[in-house]
């Protein structure tokens, strides 16, 4: 028998419809994500028997999850302008190094303390700025851009790392990758300050708004007469300096510099920046879907490590949800042909 | 005055550029990427003559063999337009699979190996064309299902007791002199070459590649000629993993993880756009052939194995720079 | 109002390769009038204000703007002399708000501190959006108004830019704004433009004669790259209109239009019903075999979303369509190929072929699965199939293997009726086959055409100009605003003129 399709009076069927809705509330509001949040911390509650609300797994899930906020911001206004950034994992791990080096270690006598912050965010930058110059000017796609730049940092972050873990003896790191305020730990102020930091550049900036316009048709955004090549360029350069904090602080939790420190970090990155409501093709999303998005994925992980649920089948989980939080969300309209 | 000038000298300068890009592109990319195969080999040679040794060439011909098969699946996805980030979990998976089986099924394993991965591959389609999301969502996601069946399978590496080496011949013995790993690629090369350039799916790839709309409207069936091209990169990979796991006396989950990247590189450097629909089975061979050389290379030439990756890098922005046709995209992204 | 007009534009010539665009025009505008720019697809009107804001060059003459004459580089420049134009495809971006589009690139001026103030930003819209009356909430996002307020959003926008400038009169172009609008909607952009008279001037370009008498205090025309009259708001008739925008003699023979042929008796195609809601209307016709049909109408008209529907590019909403006698059902294109519809598109650069694909593979593509012989290519048929199309077609290339980017254009087109033909289709939707080809390229598609009719083609034709569909066609149907307004035969003895078919049209 044939399915009959429903029709609803202005030409689209049920299902189109729900789907219109689903992206309509996820691409003007954080609702959608927000849900999505809240629909999966329930359901680890419910699945760890509370023990999901302890202070402890709260404050774990603060902190990684603003390490990885940290890192999503950055991949995250690189999507929004309709580019990929794949070069994360090797960045952090070049900064981590180089601002293990720099900080009271084992294998040298610098210690900077502190500031090594702002340096291993300027080494950050630093291949930001490659990454867009190249992109820009010698029109290499951003997905083999930052894929090269993902093995050559990665490479340059194990020479100096001498192929050894270089342990940091300064306690301080201690004391802000554990410690915490209020029960809030450290590393989430942190965030939460560059949250607030990239939220106002992202709502009050001009570039704030170009970001978006790029994203949403980039030649009509140049007719207009946008810098794009610019925009490109700094923007692919904040998004470096924000993996050069995220090296930094996932050095202070291990307390070593380790090239390894970053493995893996693309995929958490990529789908927390879906699941939060941004859009890969670009133009939709923002720095509260990449947090919230960090959040979900969090949660997700952390609460299955609680469950006990097997780290093999992990894997699966993570990918299902990927699969269907963009098949949820993505618009379709926009892209007539889906690569 | 001045203002007027460096316009105009920057706007000379642009268009020399232009011109100088201009006939570059119009060479094929391939010749461009021979250029540089021999380059590289040249370079190498001449720092250390032991590269041309025949252990050295051996080495280098197993690692083409494993590059190479993988590559020419992911080939194929790329050059209709998509992407193929699953095929690291594919060759873990196919691995595993392969040894597993030769318990009970012996030489058979190594054909049902390659029947579970043409199922992986096909499972890649079919969530492709039914969720109708980018194949760059739909195979990061299916890649990590992969990795998760892998670990179901058997949860720690597995290697392979004495008892069963005979088996592994098929891809470590040899006929005629020459190591069943290299024919098995090359085999694998010829079979694909000919299904890109003689059948009906082969063809609708490349033309899908070139121009999806006019594809479309020319009554191709265009959502069936990508499960296709997904059907053979599982394949491939898991050829692949096969080999690796040959090579190797094991197979684990953890297998695959560099080879996605590996994968790609190895398409885009031989000069296979990005964007699909130019390019071809042979650029992939040469790009096969510059990784493994390179790789190669370096560690002969005494390059730190921390830095080779760095370089690795380099290489592949290089290589597009240089063979990336630019007519074809109005915006590059 | 002092004699000076504020855009003074002498003696314009534009050539783009193989077809003269614009020639030795004057085109005038004074403070405060609306100027009606009417013509015939291809007429150059758009080409003409593009050339006004600067996207196009212009090869010789000079635009004087407000007693000065300029140079004018790009649209921003235009815009900041006071000139800008309203594209009908809209030039907002959909992801950002109406206040951050209407301010896009001139944020600097809301700089307070560093930042921006985003409370001085909707204060500022709210005020602009006053001047057209629009009552749309600046923070609202773009994609969710509809079209009549996105025009709205973009003339406010001109508008702004021409007072930060300090221009005192701007120049808004309107470019067919009506074609997306209800009539509603329609009066209330009428009203808005003559309000917006007496600070401004308007151009106001449209197919819609109805409209631009209503609105116009002066009536330009062009036909073929020419200014050939200009009519007072007084002697602006409707039919006079239409007469002056098509009059004009026909070359002998120009369309062989002696080898026109009678049509066979069977209906090879027949459409019924066939709609798609808010392109256009239930929509029945036939077409026989041998038998050219001209289907005619301006932009927006409906006519290429039929041909297009028919073809299986744009799905139905309803209706049905026969070939020989037989419903087939057209969910795709591949459906449509199958009954035997084939569809030449008019932008061939896009949709007719691969450039990146050599000859051979290009007109094979349609029937590859034709040549399969135990799975796999028979290279050799396939090699003697592509060549005798070649010949056929009197493709000019050095071998099959050419890859189609580096053939002239004319030789594309004729790949891509190769491709069409080797598909032995019976129906052929010709979407305006002789664009952007040269004079002598055109005549050997009309030699074409006529033989494919000769050897029993069904033939959709939809041509830029109406004498080539007139010339050309058996019969011809006249859409306006997606519906069939008018049929009208076109024997060899009796052919109509442009003038009698225009009225249906605008």
Partial sequence: MRKKRVVVKDGLNIRERIGRGFRYIISHSVFGPITALILVSLVFIVGTGGSFLSLKNLQNILSLGSILAMTVFGSSLVILMGAIDLSPEGVIALCAVIGGLIMKNERTVVDVGFWAIPIVMMVGAGTGLINGTINTKLKVPSLITTLGMWFAALGIAVIFSGGSTNPIMDSRLQVLANGSLFGIPYITMVTICVFIVLAIIEKRTAIGKYIFAIGGNEI???????????????????AGSLYGMTGFFLVARLLSANPTISRGILFPAITATVVGGTALSGGIGGVVNALIGAMTVTVLRSGMVLMNISPYVQGAVNGVVLILAVTITMDRKKISIIK | MGKNNRRNLKSIMAKGERELTGYIRRIPAIYISLLLLFIIIVVFVSINRSFLSVYNLKTIGNLTSILLTVGLGQGLVIMTGGIDLSVGGIISLISVVYLLGLKTFGYLSFFIALIAACGAGFLNGIIYTKAKIPSFVCTLGTGGIFVSITYLLSEAPISVPPRHFHYLDVVNGSALGIENGWLIALLVTGCYFILQKYTYMGRTIYSIGSNERMSWMSGIDVRRSKVYAFILSGLGAGVSGIILASNLYSGSAIFGDLYVLESIAVVVVGGTAI????????????????????????????????????????????????????SKVMVVK | MNGLPVIDMKAINKTFPGVKALENIDFRVQENEIVGLVGENGAGKSTLMKVLIGLYREDNGEIILRGEKVIIGDPREAAQMGVGMVFQ???????????????????????????????????????????????????????????ACRQMVEIVRLLWLSSISGVENPVLILDEPTTVLVSNEIERLFSILRHLKKETSIIFISHRLEEVVELSDRVVILKDGKKIAELPRDDAQIRKIQMLMVGHEL??????????????????????????????????????????VSLVGVLGSGKEEVCRCICGVLRADAGKVKINGKEIKIDSPKDAIRAGIGYIPSDRRDEGLALQMDVMSNISLIVLRDMIRAGFLQVAKERKETSFWVEHCRIKTPSLKTLCNNLSGGNQQKIVLAKWLAARVKVLILDHPTRGIDVGAKEEIYRRIRMLASEGMAIILMSDTLEEDIGLCNRMLIMKDGKITGEISCPVEDKPTPVDIISYMV
């Fill in chain 1, 220 to 238: 009509l955004a140049k007719q207009v007469g946008i810098n794009v090549e610019r925009v490109k360029v700094i923007v692919f350069s904040i």
């Fill in chain 2, 275 to 326: 964007t699909g629909g130019a390019g071809g089975i042979l650029n992939t061979v040469v790009g096969a052939l510059i990784m493994s050389v390179f790789k190669n290379g370096m560690t002969v030439i005494g390059i730190d194995v921390y830095a080779q990756q760095t370089f690795l890098g380099v290489l592949i922005i290089i290589a597009v720079a240089i063979t990336f046709d630019r």
């Fill in chain 3, 89 to 147: 495809e809209g030039c907002l971006l959909p992801n950002l708000t109406v206040a951050e589009n209407l301010f896009l690139c001139q944020e600097h001026i809301f700089r307070n501190k560093g930042l921006l103030s985003v409370s001085e930003m909707i204060k500022v819209a709210e005020q602009q959006l006053k001047r057209v009356e629009l009552e749309v909430n600046p923070r609202a996002y773009v994609r969710d108004l509809t079209q």
């Fill in chain 3, 251 to 292: 070359a002998e023979e120009y369309y062989k239009e002696s080898e026109q042929t009678q049509p066979g008796r069977e209906k090879v195609i027949e459409v019924e019903g066939l709609e798609i809601r808010g392109k256009f209307e239930p929509a029945d016709f036939s077409v026989r075999s041998g038998e050219i």
